[in-house]
């Protein structure tokens, strides 16, 4: 299985939003809506902010939105604030109970 | 909500076997509910899924590790362990220990709670 793939940084100002692709295949995103997103930070562990594609969990901001057209999922986030400047992965099943990251796109707020 | 730390040795010499244990608090790998999983970042680079284990019963490996790795459970205790062995400077990375959450659908589609991860470096 091949990693995800998604563009290595991304950026926007404060209050705008940006949108974070995901590529994939049909025997991972496509093929499944197991899609989930991570934010990470520097020297701290992955947080999950988005999982099934479009769920947010409890705690998360609705400023942060996932979706997924064919083999690429998106994440979106509105309204940019400073502590959203991270680093960004992506994950999906890929069947035979196999899980597959993205690269990670670092995004950058200005 | 559960807690996970990793631990385990921070240097490990070429070919030999990295080991590291996951503990956790707050919920017990026991569970039938549960998998568990570890994962890696090599240092610049992305993360990895390394494999999963389901109570003492099911193990699931990336292909691209699966020769060389073993994850178990310590039914004994709230741990459960990643053996990774003839390893090369390829594997130095912080490796992660993470919970594998439920939804209504599955409970095999996303990491819902991590360790801060621990440093193991590979090098002579």
């Known amino acids: 299985q091949s990693a995800l793939t998604q563009p290595p940084s991304a950026s926007g100002s404060p209050g705008q939003s940006v949108t974070i692709s995901c590529t994939g295949t049909?025997?991972?995103?496509?093929?499944?809506?197991?899609v989930s997103w991570y934010q990470k930070y520097p020297g701290k562990a992955p947080k999950l902010m988005i999982y099934e594609v479009s769920k947010r969990p409890s705690g998360v901001p609705d400023r942060f939105s996932g979706s997924k057209s064919g083999n690429t999922a998106s994440l979106t986030v509105s309204g940019l604030q400073a502590e959203d400047e991270a680093d960004y992965y992506c994950s999906s099943y890929a069947g035979s109970n196999n899980l597959v990251f993205g690269g990670g796109t670092k995004l950058t707020v200005l | 909500q559960p807690q996970l730390q990793e631990s385990g040795p921070g240097l490990v010499k070429p070919s030999e076997t990295l080991s590291l244990t996951c503990t956790v608090s707050?919920?017990?790998?026991?569970?039938?509910?549960?998998?568990w999983g570890w994962i890696r970042q090599p240092p610049g680079k992305g993360l990895e899924w390394i494999g999963s284990?389901?109570?003492?019963?099911?193990?699931y490996y990336n292909p691209s590790l699966k020769s060389r790795v073993t994850i178990s459970v310590d039914t004994s205790k709230t741990q459960f362990s990643l053996r990774l062995s003839s390893v090369t400077a390829a594997d130095t990375a912080v490796y992660y220990c993470?919970?594998?959450?439920?939804?209504?659908?599955?409970?095999?589609?996303?990491?819902?709670?991590w360790g801060q991860g621990t440093l193991v470096t590979v090098s002579s």
């Open positions: 284990i389901y109570f003492s019963e099911s193990t």
């Open positions: 707050g919920d017990t790998v026991r569970s039938r509910t549960y998998y």
């Open positions: 049909s025997s991972d995103v496509g093929g499944y809506h197991y």
């Open positions: 993470a919970r594998l959450g439920c939804s209504s659908v599955t409970c095999y589609s996303h990491f819902d709670y």
